[in-house]
């Protein structure tokens, strides 16, 4: 009897140390992941405000060109 719950003790605590060990892999999986995301959300808004500067530029031209403005 002793053998068998000294037994399920040993499974229990081995257990909670390989979630232990998976969980701070996943966490540092999850926080370099979000910061990859942060970056590519900077990097996305100056790309657009980049292509959308000529476009508005060449708008404002052809409205001038026109006579709309």
Known sequence: ?????????VAI?????YTE???RKHQ???NELVSRVD???QNLSR????AMLPVS??????????GIR
């Open 1 to 9: 009897m002793m053998e068998s719950l000294i037994g399920a003790v």
């Open 13 to 17: 605590a081995m257990s909670f140390g």
């Open 21 to 23: 060990i998976k969980m």
């Open 28 to 30: 540092k999986q999850y």
């Open 39 to 41: 970056i590519m959300e």
């Open 47 to 50: 790309q657009v405000f980049t």
């Open 57 to 66: 530029k060449s708008i404002k031209e052809l409205q001038e060109f026109t």
